[in-house]
């Protein structure tokens, strides 16, 4: 590599919430960036005033932040190659347009979309692949100023010379494309508005964007883009597409297939630690097969000529699994913070802040989701429900046990962990060999009652959160 300058961008178009392809797109060239020691660049690109909403450009923002994507330049945080909104760069594409029709590399197209649909219906007819027929090529000065005498406002197409055309594609290799079957393609349309193709190019030249990394959806824009970077005598960036992000089932990653906004993964309870690790992994791998790592440590080991050019699975149970991991090893003081709007339908004001995170702790093992945690941790904020262990408090064991541990209780030091552990162990030791009971039916008895659940949280953890009115309480309404 050059030089010069590494100068990446990630381009939304604000016509949706942050896609987790575009996330994955955006952190692609974050990591570039960050390894290279070069600049991320954030441009809106929202030409399409129709589709584009205030909305989801700040979705885009919220959503890039949370991941810790943060860009060098940007909308919000200026930078030396501004405006960052295409929508407020429409009077710089006109000049570059006239500037290729003076240097004869583009024209004005007097045909209304009638005509052109008329040129598709031959193609189809003739099943040959559509290419526009040059029919305004080479009208002359007095032809085109009767045309636009007559009202009609022209669109402006490039004028492509057909070669072959050669790039090195960072992730895809060398590729190849026969320029004679893409046909004279508009870069302005009628009403003055820039076409994709065309604004991409004036921006990235303009933003001295040295390398595009962008989905391989992209690929057949691309010769267009160099045609016009060759014909304005401009520095050609290097290109690396990367394969698409599949569903488990190889279709397009949809919504019936789950969450796909990265704001929605965040509403479910996934970490954005997290879900940058998986997306990180949708088509690279680290060099010491360790998945679980920092987006520090991803970009110190990240090489975009390693990055896979077959498409990725999105795998949502290898990302709940991960999202687990992360959960079992976070700082519980942080987790609690991220914890607690998910247990907004309780209240979370009867115990301490050091209770909530105690909470948290002996209830984080099993989730997956922090959405999880509500129903993990009703029985701490509300009545237990019943329901499941319906038969258990009803059995004979119960109705043994639970007088027993009642009386037993009430002499019992809660604040002492040891002591509740070893007399939760003498009770057990008891309706053992004076009942017959196994140990783990005794447990079930007392868990049940104390929570619904023949499962969850440690139990001696459980009776000192409860605390000992809480629980008398409860058996008392139980006996």
Known sequence: MSNEKI?????????????????????????????????????????????????????????????GLNWDEGPDVGGEYGPYKQSERFDIYPKFAQMLIDKGYAYECFCSNEDLDKEHEIAEANKVPYKYSRKCLNLTEEERAKL???????????????????????????????????????????????????????????????????????ISNTPKQILIYEALGAKVPEFGHLGMILAPDRSKLSKRHGATAVSDFIKQGYLTEALLNFVAL????????????????????????????????????????????????????????????????????????????????????????????????????????????????????????????????KTWDFDNHEEIHDKLGDIRTFFKENNGYKPKETMWAIRSALTGRTRGADMVATIQILGKDEIIKRLENLI
């Open 7 to 67: 100068r990446v961008r990630i381009a939304p178009s604000p016509s949706g919430n942050l896609h987790v392809g575009t996330a994955r797109t955006a952190l692609f060239n974050y990591l570039f960036a960050k390894k290279m020691g070069g600049e991320y660049v954030l441009r809106i690109e929202d030409t399409d005033l129709d589709r584009s909403s205030e909305a989801f450009k700040q979705n885009i923002f919220d959503s890039l932040k949370a991941l």
């Open 148 to 218: 636009k005498a007559q009202g009609i406002k022209p669109s402006i197409r490039f004028k492509v010379d057909y070669k072959e055309l050669v790039f090195n594609d960072l992730v895809k290799g060398e590729l190849k494309f026969d320029t004679s079957l893409i046909g004279d393609f508009a870069i302005m349309k009628s009403n003055g508005t820039p076409t994709y193709n065309f604004a991409v190019v004036i921006d990235d030249m303009l933003m001295k964007i040295s390398h595009v990394i962008r989905g391989e959806d992209h």
């Open 282 to 409: 949708l088509g690279w791998a680290p060099s010491d097969a360790q998945e679980i790592k920092n987006v520090d440590e991803i970009a110190a080991d990240f090489r975009i000529h390693e990055v896979s050019s077959s498409n990725s699975i999105f795998e949502y149970e290898k990302l709940n699994w991960m999202n687990g991991q992360y959960i079992k090893k976070m700082d519980i003081s942080k987790l609690t913070d991220l914890a607690l709007p998910f247990l907004s339908k309780y209240d979370t004001s009867k115990y301490s802040r050091e209770k909530l995170e105690k909470i948290i702790e002996v209830t984080r093992e099993p989730i997956t989701l922090l959405a999880d945690l509500e129903n993990d941790t009703q029985y701490f904020f509300e009545n237990p429900i019943y329901d499941e262990v319906k038969e258990i408090l009803e059995g004979e064991v119960a109705r043994a046990v639970l007088p027993k541990f009642l009386e037993e209780l």
